[in-house]
């Protein structure tokens, strides 16, 4: 698709007068020679403006209208000549809004050839970028201006996380920071979805939307393993006793204002970019933003750009890495995810570092905590998982380790002594319909209530017709619930 001629907001006489503010003063000059580029102008101007920025560029100079109209034969008038006061606040807030517009212009009338090229991660990137054309306004920190409250901030809890782990949060200095990347890594079967299962689940009681996608483990499977950390049942004893269990975990999502959705995203496949659109759907369809995200995991997904060659383990880990980082980042959300370690860690019994990572140093590079899995046999019949933090930035624990309870019957991990979630389990099934009985409403719409609750048990054992639900209503038509 070319580009046509039509009347553009930034029409070729404005651009003259930004061209006249940009050559009439250095300072100005230098403050947004960054973000301007000879393709945003029209092409009557492209190649006066080409002069400009080559010529300052290697002289260190802005030539003068003089030498301007001679090279290119286009006449720019300074803002003196023309008897005009120089408002800079005005001309720097709007050679921000030309570039970005002019960008993202740009993008639109490359879009079709882009997708018909099947480049649409091309898209995405340049969107991203367009976004964040901008003057630097933020000069960062003045080191010797009042350390005290800089100190402070860095352990002011508020803007930790807690893992739901007294014992991890410890070592990190309060759990985990906004926008990090936090990766568990482990070999195959070692635990790192039910460290992120567990990881979710605490996170939801604390009262957190969190947004769970599986890359790996299907929906129903990660439900019901969560369903027996709730209980503290095995999974046979769960499917044995589906109408308490059932009503359990309705009582416990009345404890939280938390949310967990799981989502299965194809594997092999799946890019930040779909976790993205994912989330904005989310968002959209629910009114609710996601505070956490848990990718299960790294090693499955893909990098935006189908250019790269995700042969190479390092590149493809790098891309991913980095973009899962910019993504927590750019949403403001906490997380984590897991990641492998590679056949020399097999022999190791635990003294792992960083070379034990599958695919290199790439993602260790980029991610904030790394904790490596240690479970060996003897240590999971005792019930206990062993963490080796294999890089921190906010705390001094590399090379630390630290314990965490383990039951296998449920696969709930919790602090050594702690017996785990912190909303506590009714005795018996009489306690748990007495409680249900004095959380109901006493308005008319108490029918409609149970009608909820059983619709909310549908949606546990994701069926709408299923013989569990068919026994509930019966029981709630002879009065037994």
């Known amino acids: 698709m070319k580009k ?5 907001v930034y029409n070729i ?23 301007i580029k000879d393709t945003y102008f029209d092409d009557q101007l492209r190649r006066t403006v080409r002069f400009i920025l080559g010529h300052a560029d290697e002289h260190k100079a802005i030539p003068n209208p003089a030498l301007i109209q001679a090279k290119t034969g286009i006449e720019v008038q300074t803002l003196t000549q023309m008897n005009q006061p120089m408002d800079e606040d005005w001309f720097l807030e709007e050679i921000t809004k030309f570039c970005r517009y002019k960008e993202f212009e740009s993008i639109i009338f490359d879009s079709y050839d882009l997708l018909q090229k099947g480049e ?10 367009a976004m964040m054309i901008s003057l630097v306004s933020d000069l960062g920190t003045n080191y010797f201006e009042n350390p005290k409250q800089r100190m402070e901030n860095m352990l002011d809890k508020s803007r930790m996380v807690s893992t739901g782990w007294e014992t991890l949060d410890h070592k990190l200095y309060g759990g985990f920071l906004r926008g990090g990347l936090n990766v568990f890594c482990g070999g195959s079967g070692s635990g790192k979805s039910l460290f992120l299962q567990n990881l979710a689940l605490n996170w939801t009681l604390a009262g957190h939307v969190v947004v769970y996608f599986s890359l790996e483990l299907s929906e129903e499977l990660v439900a019901n393993r969560i369903d027996s950390m709730i209980t503290k049942k095995s999974t046979k004893e769960v499917f044995r006793s589906i109408d308490d269990s059932s009503l359990e975990i309705i009582m416990k999502s009345k404890k939280t204002t938390g949310r967990l959705t799981i989502k299965k995203m194809p594997e092999g496949s799946t890019t930040t970019g779909d976790l993205r659109a994912y989330l904005k759907e989310f968002q959209i369809r629910t009114g609710l933003k996601p505070d956490c995200i848990v990718i ?7 990098p935006n750009n ?12 790098k891309f991913v890495s980095e973009e899962i980082r910019a993504f927590m980042y750019e949403t403001k959300t906490f997380g984590a995810t897991a990641s492998q370690l590679n056949r020399q860690s097999i022999d190791k019994a635990g003294e792992y570092d960083q070379s034990h990572i599958a695919g290199g140093i790439s993602k260790i590079n980029t991610a904030d905590n790394v904790m490596a899995i240690y479970a060996p046999a003897n240590l999971l019949e005792k019930g206990e998982y062993v963490l080796l933090f294999l890089k921190t930035r906010t705390a001094a624990a590399v090379g630390h380790r630290i314990s965490l ?26 306690e748990l319909k007495e409680e249900y009985k004095n959380n109901k409403t006493t308005n008319n719409d108490v029918k409609d209530e149970e009608d909820t609750a059983l619709n909310l048990v549908g949606n546990v054992l994701s069926t709408s017709d299923s013989d569990v639900l068919q026994r509930l209503r019966q029981k709630r038509e002879n009065g037994g619930l």
Not at 4 to 8: K, Q, T
Request: hydrophobic residues 40%; negative net charge; proline residues 2%.
């Open 4 to 8: 046509n001629e039509f009347d553009s």
């Open 13 to 35: 006489e404005v651009q003259r007068i930004l061209l006249s503010f940009l050559i009439e003063d250095v300072d100005v000059f230098i403050r947004c020679r960054n973000i």
């Open 120 to 129: 649409e991660a091309n898209i995405e990137t340049r969107v991203r970028e």
């Open 296 to 302: 299960d995991y790294l090693d499955l997904m893909l």
């Open 306 to 317: 189908a250019k790269i060659d995700v042969s190479s383990l390092f590149v493809k880990d």
């Open 405 to 430: 309870k383990y039951d296998p019957n449920c696969m709930l991990i919790t602090d050594m002594g702690a017996s785990g979630l912190d909303i506590e389990k009714p005795s018996s099934r009489e």
